[in-house]
């Protein structure tokens, strides 16, 4: 069973920036993820990244501002944030597949997920 640890997470005030990093127990994943779910609200994709393509894909609100990265030798995800904003406030999920179900369309369908850490923004 693949487990996913994450860490990075904190308060940081407007225009600051937090690096999240997720690091899975096995390499028997084929996709990776940072989802984040506000309180009241549904979760959202936020960044995702195929090993086998290595090309990222972004939720437009963070495009320009986070970056994602995976280090295969580590099995790490990694989420760099700046230009941090208020409306990042969230508690942010990492999530893989062993079947390319880390699209950020469809934010409840990966199957392994992480324990979540908190961003939270300040103004």
């Known amino acids: 069973q693949l487990q996913l640890v994450e860490s990075g997470g904190g308060s940081v005030q407007t225009g600051g920036s937090l690096r999240l990093s997720c690091t899975a127990s096995?390499?028997?994943?084929?996709?990776m993820g940072w989802f984040r779910q506000a309180p009241g609200k549904e979760r959202e994709g936020v960044a995702s990244?195929?090993?086998?393509?290595?090309?990222?894909d972004y939720a437009v609100s963070v495009k320009g501002r986070f970056t994602v990265s995976h280090d295969k030798y580590k099995n790490t995800l990694y989420l760099q944030m700046n230009s941090l904003k208020p409306e990042d406030t969230a508690m942010y999920y990492c999530?893989?597949?062993?079947?390319?179900?880390?699209?950020?369309?469809?934010?409840?369908?990966?199957?392994?997920w992480g324990q979540g850490t908190q961003v939270t923004v300040s103004s």
């Open positions: 999530a893989a597949d062993h079947l390319g179900r880390c699209s950020l369309r469809r934010p409840n369908e990966s199957n392994y």
């Open positions: 096995t390499d028997m994943y084929n996709c």
């Open positions: 990244i195929y090993t086998f393509q290595d090309t990222p």
